[in-house]
């Protein structure tokens, strides 16, 4: 069986993706999937980062919006209710406060702060030439947010790798303490496709790169695989590649999910 599921969709609301939601369920029928899910950024307090999110008062918007949509296609793809939340530490509260308010199907939990101010492209000045204290910052917070208990699916496991810096020798430790959190944690972990039209990664692969790919498999966590569209001919972006890919690897079923159940299904 083919990959069924694309459950990384942003809209227009985050400003700075493209296209109408329903141009991105169009593209997914084409394609055959069986689900698409949306995961656009979540809004968070005091409107911090508000220039590449949704407002807090756009959030019911959101969800009515999928809801109508879910209503509109049922019977030719099931589309799903998710949200792409950024974990920041000592935000906890906050976040499940939001997560409490609608029915969504799944939670894809993201680090793209290191703290309150840091954010993702101020990565590579705030640790200029010292990608091994990068690394080491963010997989302790992504180990935090495997065990907060507030997202199914985490996000792009190695997108650190965006500020110049593969992970390499020195990180291969955190890489597998960091896995073994979320396997621990019993949550599912998202590949990643965006990594492939990053053009600045020194070396395109997905969130995360191969081997990692193969080091959870080995582990036994469930996978599921996201474009992360940020326009709606990238849904499904890559999908063959990676189905062959899992195929040979012996992957033998992907994640699916209702209303934050997970389910497997068979590859
Ligand atoms: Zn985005
Ligand atoms: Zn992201």
Not at 102 to 118: E, K, T
């Amino acid at each position: 069986m083919p990959i069924q599921c694309d459950y990384h969709m942003h809209t227009p609301l985050c400003k700075h993706a493209t296209g109408p939601m329903e141009d991105y369920v169009q593209h997914g029928i084409e394609l055959g999937l069986r689900e698409i899910g949306f995961a656009d950024h979540n809004p968070l307090p005091n409107r911090l980062s508000n220039n590449v999110r949704m407002e807090e008062a756009e959030l019911d918007y959101y969800v009515e919006r999928v809801t109508e949509l879910r209503f509109r296609y049922r019977g030719k793809i099931d589309v799903m209710l998710g949200l792409e939340m950024d974990y920041i530490e000592g935000l906890e509260d906050y976040l499940g406060r939001q997560l409490a308010k609608y029915p969504w199907d799944y939670v894809i939990g993201s680090i793209h702060f290191l703290d309150n101010a840091c954010r993702e492209p101020s990565w590579p000045r705030k640790y200029a030439g010292d990608g091994h204290a990068l690394y080491a910052r963010y997989f302790e917070r992504m180990q935090q947010l495997a065990r907060s208990g507030l997202c199914d699916i985490i996000a792009h496991f190695d997108v650190a790798k965006r500020s110049g810096h593969l992970p390499g020798e020195s990180e291969a430790e955190d890489v597998t303490a960091t896995l073994q959190e979320i396997k621990t944690a019993g949550i599912c972990m998202e590949i990643n496709t965006s990594g492939y039209r990053h053009s600045e990664l020194p070396d395109p692969q997905p969130y995360p790169m191969l081997s990692i790919v193969e080091q959870a498999l080995t582990l036994g966590i469930p996978l599921t695989v996201n474009s992360d569209a940020h326009a709606p001919d990238q849904v499904g972006f890559k999908f063959r590649e990676m189905e062959t890919f899992l195929k040979r690897k012996t992957c033998g079923q992907l994640a699916k999910f209702d209303q934050r159940k997970r389910t497997m299904y068979a590859l």
